[in-house]
């Protein structure tokens, strides 16, 4: 059975950071590409950021670009978000997603499976 299982959710203060983890089990995590999406209160789900199997290969989505840093680390079945210089605007609950090969991008049909989130909320 696939899991995926973030942690590293809290309040933290604008300029703050913040990093998130997703522990994998169930699959082979080194023989697919990862994303984190998140989802803001009210609003729909939104991608941030894609890793390709090896974490050689990486995008974001221009909202995040130069602040936050996916990696992964396939000894441990776990992927990272490093989020620094936190906004308002980044609240939302972060999800991580498995895609169904190793493609990765922003399309939301690449993916298969998503955790359970976890939240971020950034206000003073």
């Known amino acids: 059975e696939v899991q995926l299982v973030e942690s590293g959710g809290g309040l933290v203060q604008p300029g703050g950071s913040l990093r998130l983890s997703c522990a994998a089990s169930?699959?082979?995590?080194?023989?697919?590409?990862m994303s984190w999406v998140r989802q803001a209160p009210g609003k729909g789900l939104e991608w941030v950021s894609a890793?390709?199997?090896?974490?050689?290969?990486?995008t974001y989505a221009d909202s995040v670009k130069g602040r936050f840093t996916i990696s992964r680390d396939n000894a441990k079945n776990t992927l990272y978000l490093q989020m620094n210089s936190l906004k308002p605007e980044d609240t939302a609950v972060y999800y991580c997603?498995?895609?169904?090969?190793?493609?990765?991008?922003?399309?939301?049909?690449?993916?298969?499976?998503w955790g359970q989130g976890t939240q971020v909320t950034v206000s003073s």
């Open positions: 997603a498995k895609s169904k090969s190793s493609m990765y991008g922003s399309r939301w049909s690449l993916y298969d499976y």
């Open positions: 169930g699959f082979t995590f080194s023989r697919y590409a």
């Open positions: 890793i390709n199997t090896g974490g050689g290969s990486i």
